[in-house]
């Protein structure tokens, strides 16, 4: 019997996650649940796609994720399962929910989940609540054993499945661009898409001072200068600074305080960030003696 994993927008100030428990158990009251989370905000499938990616590789082989951040639930997007090239699994609507996982390359095969006959019994005349009738019930089942992946439908071409746009990070020179991928919620850091691998390719290293610029819009919205260090205790409390985090893509932070509402800063494909090492001149333009 494997995990069964749950994420959601739905909260927790009422029963909408404790039903979806309450489904697996039916199938199987041995089977072990487990959240993800239950906050995601609301309708934002980028934030489910990236969560997945932050959390799937990390759980064992044959772990069951039901992901349902479902703005179209009723209308004819698909309920789809793909199995990864480490072997979890993943059940949700095709709405762009695999986005990250499609992009890295790790959905190795995909089935359509039939949403009239693979469903909760007794719930065919229910058409908004698929988290609990469809993907927490066809999760179940796959997790405890009841049924295999092969059997949850007809296998679809990976190429069809829903994503949504995302840009790629670049290396200029010395120069660094990419995207605010999504926020470290709760201490407010910039999760960045640029990885460890592009700033190796520059002559950046720990302990050096970069020019870090955002904007949104093509509006500037922050720029200043900042270390690049290993850990947060190489800067004072209250100070900037750039890191690698546990995806090991670059992150921007101020020790002990939340970047994000400090500096009013989102994420998405609209929220640019550019990082470039300096020079002497301009840590004498930001009195910034090394």
Do not use: C
Not at 45 to 62: C, E, H, N
Not at 172 to 185: A, Q
């Amino acid at each position: 019997m494997n995990t069964l994993v749950l994420q959601t927008d739905f909260g927790l100030v009422d029963g909408a996650v404790s039903a979806m428990h309450g489904v697996a158990k039916q199938v199987n009251r041995q089977l072990e649940v487990s959240d993800l989370t239950h906050e995601i905000p609301q309708y934002d499938i980028w934030s489910a796609s990236y969560r997945l990616i932050q959390t799937v590789d990390y759980w064992p082989k044959g772990t069951v994720f039901v992901s349902v951040v479902d703005p179209g639930v009723g209308s004819h997007r698909r309920s789809v399962g793909i199995r990864t090239v480490h072997g979890q699994i993943v059940i949700t609507p095709d709405n762009g929910t695999l986005t990250h996982l499609i992009h890295r390359g790790e959905v190795a095969q995909a089935r359509n989940i039939d949403e009239v006959k693979s469903r909760l019994p007794h719930s065919q005349e229910s058409h908004t609540f698929h988290g609990r009738d469809i993907y927490a019930y066809n999760g179940a089942r796959l997790a405890s054993g009841e049924i295999t992946f092969e059997e949850l439908g007809e296998v679809i071409d990976v190429h069809t499945l829903e994503m949504l746009p995302i840009e790629e990070p670049a290396r200029n020179g010395e120069l660094l661009s990419g995207t605010v991928d999504i926020l470290d919620i709760r201490f407010g850091s910039l999760w960045t898409n640029i990885p460890l691998e592009l700033l190796k390719e520059t002559a950046i290293e720990s302990g050096d001072y970069v020019f870090v610029s955002i904007h949104h819009n093509g509006k500037r919205v922050y720029q200043n200068v900042m270390q690049f260090v290993r850990s947060f205790a190489q800067v004072e409390i209250g100070e900037p600074l750039v890191y690698v985090n546990s995806l090991t893509n670059l992150g921007v932070a101020v020790n002990q305080d939340s970047f994000s509402k400090l500096y009013n800063i989102g994420y998405g494909s609209d929220w640019k960030i550019q990082i470039k090492q300096v020079d002497n001149i301009v840590l004498e333009q930001y009195n910034i003696v090394v």
